[in-house]
């Protein structure tokens, strides 16, 4: 088999970049080791910044986004016991997000593909990637006792933090920055009614703990645990007390229980892999990075990173021109160094770290009532909460 660009991985970011390929008469092939079924049973974050909705738009997939997704113009911060809105509209000229799950976005993305009748295989086994330090990228794997080969332009690892795109780099040709948090989140989903309309981020004495959602009718809660911390152990009543204990009595009071859909605790890191390019090999997505959910970025930056890729490869092909191929890293890495800084303080700022005393609570709470009651402050946290703009970078050194 032939095509001009093999995407690794049927997530979010392969799904994205082949239907933005497709728009513009790029053909790629998608290869994914799981089956479309397993990619839509993983529960992930779900908060969409406009950039984000704007490029779900360019890929002619946003229309059940815009019947079924909801527009939040603010968030809260419960620190101290106390509730603080940020109001995201009003700090940042306008701006607002859309809660809308990833599980949502990504069947929205592959019934397009299957309507399309654009080329994916699921349950493709031992994926390997070749060839790409030379001008002959090959994909191969095994399907049904067989083997194939797919021949090439580019590849595009979209296959995510354990992908094989990545490891298959040689090993010296791209550096690796990592921080791995010593507490898990435990996350919760429930057909009951959102506690609040908005979200609520909480730092407490217990603990952090995050009240989102997945529509008016179905609940998303996480609660900060230790790491050594097993799901089996925490049955559904036991996550609806220790939530209680974590919010304010109005919360306490508002509170919907009923039996969990899904529960799993996920491990916090930050990652960053630079560059994300080797020869005629594109990272994208979680392959090349990772934030620690506080303030929702890895969707997002997995969209930029689609944007860039999808316009530089278009490029190539029409305008016979490489400049957004060598451009496509150092573009990707200025926008996600400033998400994983982001994501790394808002996490450092909500949490209890295992190893700090008392004082740094106190800091916390000093820090986030400065946040909350100093217009710079206020600004600061919603203008990267909504997603700085794409030309943040532009004209600087
Ligand atoms: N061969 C083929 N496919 C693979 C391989 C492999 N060796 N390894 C992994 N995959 C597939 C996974 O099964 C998965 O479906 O690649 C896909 C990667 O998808 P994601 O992990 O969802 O990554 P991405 O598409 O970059 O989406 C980023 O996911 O983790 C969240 O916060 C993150 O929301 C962000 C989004
Ligand atoms: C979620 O709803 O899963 C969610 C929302 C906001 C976050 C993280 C996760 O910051």
Request: glycine share 10%; charged share 25%.
């Amino acid at each position: 088999m032939r095509t001009q660009v093999a995407i690794v991985g049927a997530g979010p970011s392969g799904l994205l970049l082949g239907q933005l390929l497709h728009k513009s008469g790029v053909d790629a092939v998608i290869v994914e080791r799981q089956s479309a079924d397993y990619v839509l049973s993983r529960i992930r974050a779900g908060v969409l910044e406009q950039v984000t909705i704007d490029l779900l738009d360019e890929a002619g997939v946003g229309a059940r986004m815009h019947r079924e997704g909801l527009v939040h113009d603010g968030f809260e911060l419960l620190y101290g016991g106390q509730r603080h809105r940020v109001d995201l509209r009003a700090l940042t000229g306008g701006k607002a997000v859309m809660v809308y799950g990833q599980t949502e976005l990504t069947r929205d993305l592959m019934d397009a593909r299957r309507d399309l009748a654009l080329p994916t295989v699921y349950e493709a086994h031992n994926v390997s990637v070749h060839g790409f330090d030379g001008t002959q990228p090959r994909v191969r794997y095994d399907k049904d006792g067989h083997s194939h080969e797919i021949e090439c332009d580019f590849i595009a690892g979209c296959d995510g933090f354990h992908g094989v795109c990545r490891a298959s780099v040689p090993r010296g040709a791209l550096d690796e920055y990592e921080k791995v948090y010593p507490f898990g989140w435990l996350g919760l989903l429930a057909d009951t009614p959102p506690v609040s309309h908005e979200l609520i981020y909480l730092n407490t004495p217990r603990g952090f703990a995050l009240c989102s959602m997945r529509s008016r009718a179905r609940s998303r809660y996480y609660l900060q645990v230790p790491l050594t911390d097993r799901v089996e152990e925490w049955t559904d009543e036991a996550f609806w007390q220790e939530l209680r204990l974590r919010l304010d009595q109005p919360g306490r009071d508002k509170l919907v229980t009923g039996p969990s859909i899904e529960k799993s605790i996920a491990p916090l890191r930050s990652f960053v892999t630079e560059p994300m390019r080797f020869g005629r090999l594109f990272l994208a997505g979680d392959a090349a990075h990772i934030v620690p959910p506080t303030g929702a970025k890895g969707l997002n930056l997995a969209a930029t990173d689609v944007k860039y890729l999808s316009g530089a490869l278009i490029e190539h092909y029409r305008e016979r021109s490489d400049a957004g191929i060598d451009a496509y890293s150092a573009r990707c890495l200025a926008r996600v160094w400033k998400a994983e800084r982001f994501s790394w303080w808002l996490t450092s700022l909500m949490h209890r770290f295992p190893e700090d005393s008392g004082i740094v609570a106190k800091f916390q709470l000093a820090e986030l009532d400065y946040l909350a009651r100093s217009p710079a402050g206020a600004r600061t946290i919603a203008e990267n909460y909504v997603g700085l703009p794409l030309d943040f970078n532009d004209g600087a050194a």
